[in-house]
């Protein structure tokens, strides 16, 4: 996969805008006011003239943000192999995917794949231990932990379009 290209565009009395397009064919578009505050954009290729989410932040959100997204953030215990041959795994829930608005027990994630859905991140709030009639929303981010195996078929089953 090619590195991703970050495009630059100089809005002239505003600032500047950098725009990312996923390999999902999001774009996710700052624009870095003069004044330090920036706004954010998500949308899909498909209508980029409508931001799916815009949020406004100032200048010490978006520092913040900026600081959270840094490779520093990741700790290897949560994200990495351990030594017991478990992996954790996090999975984005696509607003158009297949399981928006389904429950965890129609995956059936634990008996096809026996790897185990122990949180979901909905917004800024982890969700502990979600229960089989917990329903999934898109933008949810999925944290599944099981062997390699159990944890590539549970992307297999939650990137379903």
């Known amino acids: ?3 991703p290209r970050l495009r630059t565009t100089p ?3 505003i600032g500047v805008q950098y725009e990312l397009t996923t390999r999902r064919h999001d774009t996710l578009s700052v624009i870095a006011h003069r004044d330090r505050k920036r706004t954010l954009h998500v949308h899909h290729d498909e209508a980029p003239d409508s931001a799916g989410i815009c949020l406004v ?3 010490a959100e978006a520092l913040s943000l900026a600081d959270a997204l840094l490779p520093g953030h990741n700790n290897p215990n949560l994200l990495h192999t351990s ?3 478990l992996l954790a795994s996090q999975i984005t829930i696509a607003g158009t995917s297949y399981w928006n608005g389904r429950t965890l027990g129609e995956t059936r994630m634990r008996t096809e794949t026996g790897a185990s859905i122990v949180a979901v991140m909905r917004r800024s709030h ?3 231990s979600p ?3 917990f329903r999934l929303h898109g933008g949810d981010i999925v944290i599944v932990i099981g062997t390699r195996e159990g944890v590539d078929g549970a992307h297999a089953i939650l990137e379903r379009g």
Do not use: V
Request: glycine letters at 22%; a negative charge.
């Open 126 to 128: 982890a969700i502990p």
């Open 1 to 3: 996969m090619p590195a």
């Open 11 to 13: 809005l002239p009395g």
């Open 83 to 85: 030594d017991f041959g």
């Open 131 to 133: 229960g089989r009639d």
């Open 57 to 59: 932040l100032t200048g």
